[in-house]
C-alpha cells in the first residue's frame, strides 16, 4: 500500500518537527484515528492533513507563544479500541481532538470526552455523533443524510437503474449511510430489489452474487469501507456479472483498485471537493508531493482543516481553554484549507457539499458526468 509507505518517512519528519517543542511550553493536540488495520489508508491521510498543518503553525510561531505537539492515538476503527483510546486521551491531559475518522468510534468516544472538557473536530460523517447535542463536538465533512442525498440523486436523475440492491457492512457508517440511500431512492418511487449486509472482513460473497444476478439487478449501491466492496466487484466480473456500482467517500482511496482490479474502473463515489486543487492550497500541495504523499486524499483536507479550526479558536479566544475556543467555533466563520467554516448548533457545518466521482483502474478519480 503505497499510501502507508510513503507515510512512515514523512511522518517521521512531520514528528520531528512537531515534537521539537518539547524544549519550550506546548499545546497538545491529539489525533485519534485508524492508524491500523484494513481502513488504514484514511487513518493515513488524516495523520498526513493533520502533522501538515501542526507543521505550518509551528512555523509562523505557534500559538500564544507555545508550539504545538503531536499526540496520535490509534484506534484501529474499532469502537472497544476507541473507549481505550479516548480514557488515555483524558488521562494524558489533552484537551484538543482532531479526530475520531470511523463514526462507529467517534460515537463512544464522544460519549467519554462530553464530560471531559475535550474540543473534537471529527471527519465522520454518521448524523448521530452531533445529533445528541454535545456542545464540544464539531466536524469538518458533512452528513451522511448530504451524502446519501446526493447519491440518490444521481442515481435517479443520471443513472436511472432499472433495478437496484443496496448493500452495506453492517456497520454504523456503512448501515447508516445505505439506508439513508434506499430510503431516498423509496421516496423518489424508485424500487430497490434487496437490502443485505455482510461482514466485516468476509472473504467469499459467491452466494451474495449468485443473488443479485439471478435478480437481474443492474446496479449496486454499497454502503461501507472498501475491502469488502473491492472482493465484491473483483468476483462479480470473473462471475460474468457487472452491475454498476457506487458508494461514499469511504470507499475514495487507492487501495480499492489494488484490491479489485480492472472490476473497480467506473465506479462511483461521493467525496468532498478535490481541495488540492483549489490555487488556495498550492504551496500545502506541494510540500505534500515533496514528501512523496498523494494531496488528493479527503481526509488529508478534513484534518488539515480540524487544526486550522481549532488554532485559530483558540487564538481568537485568547485563551488555551477548550470551552473558550468552543465558543468561538459557534459563532465565527473560520477560513481554512477547505474553505470558511461555520458551525450550526449541533456542530454540523453549514452549506457543506459532495460531489460524485468516477473511479479508475489506476486509483484516481474524476468528476463524474452529470
Known amino acids: 500500500m503505497l499510501l502507508k509507505t510513503t507515510s512512515v518517512a514523512t511522518l517521521a519528519l512531520s514528528m ?10 506546548t499545546l497538545k493536540i491529539g489525533i485519534a484515528g485508524p492508524f491500523s488495520g484494513a481502513v488504514s489508508p484514511y487513518g493515513m491521510m488524516q495523520l498526513q492533513g493533520a502533522h501538515a498543518a501542526i507543521d505550518q503553525v509551528n512555523k509562523n510561531g505557534g500559538i500564544h507563544g507555545k508550539l504545538l505537539e503531536a499526540v496520535e492515538y490509534d484506534d484501529g476503527c474499532e469502537p472497544k479500541q476507541a473507549v481505550t483510546v479516548a480514557n488515555r486521551v483524558i488521562n494524558d491531559g489533552i484537551h484538543y481532538l482532531v479526530g475520531h475518522l470511523c463514526s462507529s468510534s467517534t460515537q463512544p468516544a464522544t460519549d467519554i470526552y462530553k464530560d471531559e472538557n475535550v474540543l473534537v473536530i471529527t471527519g465522520s460523517t454518521n448524523p448521530a455523533i452531533t445529533s445528541r447535542g454535545y456542545p464540544m463536538v464539531f466536524r469538518t465533512i458533512g452528513l451522511d443524510s448530504e451524502q446519501g442525498q446526493t447519491a440518490a440523486n444521481y442515481i435517479a436523475d443520471v443513472v436511472k ?11 454504523q457508517y456503512g448501515k447508516g449511510i445505505a439506508l439513508i440511500v434506499r430510503d431516498q431512492l423509496k421516496a423518489k418511487g424508485i424500487e430497490v430489489v434487496s437490502t443485505d449486509g455482510v461482514n466485516s472482513g468476509e472473504k467469499d460473497f459467491t452466494a451474495l452474487i449468485t443473488k443479485l444476478k439471478r435478480a437481474g439487478v443492474d446496479f449496486v449501491y454499497y454502503g461501507g469501507y472498501h475491502p469488502e466492496l473491492a472482493l465484491i466487484m473483483r468476483q462479480a466480473k470473473a462471475a460474468d456479472f457487472t452491475p454498476g456500482y457506487m458508494g461514499p467517500e469511504g470507499l475514495g482511496n487507492k487501495d480499492i ?13 461521493t467525496l468532498p471537493t478535490r481541495y488540492d486543487l483549489l490555487e488556495r492550497n498550492r504551496t500545502v500541495v506541494n510540500k505534500l508531493k515533496s514528501q512523496g504523499i498523494d494531496p488528493s486524499g479527503p481526509f488529508i483536507w478534513t484534518s488539515f482543516a480540524a487544526v486550522e479550526a481549532l488554532t485559530q479558536a483558540i487564538e481568537q479566544a485568547g485563551s488555551d481553554d477548550p470551552k473558550k475556543a468552543a465558543q468561538v467555533l459557534r459563532n465565527a466563520t473560520i477560513d481554512t484549507a477547505i474553505g470558511p467554516l461555520s458551525w450550526d448548533e449541533n456542530g454540523d457545518l453549514n452549506g457543506f457539499a459532495f460531489g460524485v466521482y468516477r473511479w479508475h483502474q489506476d486509483g484516481t478519480g474524476t468528476p463524474a458526468s452529470q
Open 161 to 171: 437503474p432499472e433495478r437496484i440492491a443496496i448493500i452495506h457492512d453492517k456497520q
Open 16 to 25: 520531528a518537527v512537531s515534537l521539537a517543542s518539547h524544549a519550550t511550553d
Open 257 to 269: 483498485a489494488f484490491l479489485a482490479g480492472d472490476a473497480v474502473e467506473g465506479l462511483l463515489v
